[in-house]
Nanobody, 119 residues
């Protein structure tokens, strides 16, 4: 089992920045691909970004490319999402997730953290 706890959400004006953190506990953090997803009110959950176990491979949704940066610190069992140039449409609950490299399905999820961007 892997337990994930997100933090860092909040209210920010458009154009501002936030950094989300996701602290992992349980099994060896470096064995897992880590991802960020988000769900806005009335919408389905969508992929935001993911990072490989080593941090050498990262990918992003087109909607956040160039504005968001994912990173991880395996020594601290933590993954981060730096969000810059925030837009009102980035408003959502952001979830951290983990999966092993053998599967494309994320097996573990955090409880989510709210990000609200005002115009």
């Amino acid at each position: 089992q892997v337990q994930l706890v997100e933090s860092g959400g909040g209210l920010v004006q458009a154009g501002g920045s936030l950094r989300l953190s996701c602290a992992a506990s349980g099994r060896t953090f470096s064995n897992y691909v880590m991802g960020w997803f988000r769900q806005a009110p009335g919408k389905e959950r969508e992929f935001v970004s993911a990072i490989s176990w080593s941090g050498g491979s990262r990918n992003y949704a087109d909607s956040v490319k160039g504005r968001f940066t994912i990173s991880r610190d395996n020594a601290k069992n933590t993954v981060y999402l730096q969000m810059n140039s925030l837009k009102p449409e980035d408003t959502a609950v952001y979830y951290c997730a983990a999966r092993t490299i053998e599967t494309s399905t994320y097996q573990y999820w955090g409880q989510g953290t709210q990000v609200t961007v005002s115009s």
